[in-house]
T-cell receptor, first 113, second 110 residues
């Protein structure tokens, strides 16, 4: 089944404890992206990648890191999480580098205490 | 310039009625305008999309109307059903970035 898989789906952590949210797609898509969804703010892009080893900032990259060492994986790293990073995170992929349809994962709900 | 402004924030429609959600943009470099539908606990999924050289696109009960000169586009859901209750996002693409509106929570009364 074609899908975008995120882990963990739910996580509660404390300020300053490094964490990684993994994202993997099995559709051989070129483009991958991370969004955060907050009430009243919609979906805001954090980082995106058009190919292996090619990443670029979205609109809200502060406090996040990403890497794209393999085509299928695009982990989101929070080096020192803070409470304002409490959010619902979505990974998405697209077969095109000028993305048409985005295929989203089911989301990862992160709480930073 | 990169914003997509969406309204209303929430919408209640009777079953069988027409649901209308509006979006506006400023950046003339946007070249693709998708609408996404999101159910609780799920990721957004593409519903319908339009390019700026087309004024209207219809897929079943869903229609996008696009006004290039006004920089506005809207989603119309005809014969709205309770199963259409969801959050809807308009979006716009500029090169490799897709910018989303803030979303509309639609509730269809049975």
């Amino acid at each position: 089944e074609a899908q975008v898989t995120q882990n963990p789906r739910y996580l509660i952590t404390v300020t300053g404890k490094k964490l990684t949210v993994t994202c993997s797609q099995n559709m051989n898509h070129e483009y991958m992206s991370w969004y955060r969804q907050d009430p009243g703010l919609g979906l805001r892009q954090i980082y995106y990648s058009m190919n292996v080893e090619v990443t670029d900032k979205g609109d809200v990259p502060e406090g996040y890191k990403v890497s794209r060492k393999e085509k299928r994986n695009f982990p989101l790293i929070l080096e020192s999480p803070s409470p304002n990073q409490t959010s619902l995170y979505f990974c998405a992929s697209s077969p095109r580098t000028d993305p048409g349809e985005l295929f989203f994962g089911e989301g990862s709900r992160l709480t930073v205490l | 310039q990169q914003q997509v402004k969406q309204s209303p924030q929430s919408l209640i429609v009777q079953k069988g009625g027409i649901s209308i959600i509006n979006c506006a943009y400023e950046n003339t470099a946007f070249d693709y305008f998708p609408w996404y539908q999101q159910f609780p606990g799920k990721g957004p999924a593409l519903l319908i999309a339009i390019r700026p050289d087309v004024s209207e696109k219809k897929e079943g009960r869903f229609t996008i109307s696009f006004n290039k000169s006004a920089k506005q586009f809207s989603l119309h859901i005809m014969d709205s059903q309770p199963g259409d209750s969801a959050t809807y996002f308009c979006a716009a693409r500029s090169r490799s970035k897709i910018i989303f509106g803030k979303g509309t929570r639609l509730h269809i009364l049975p």
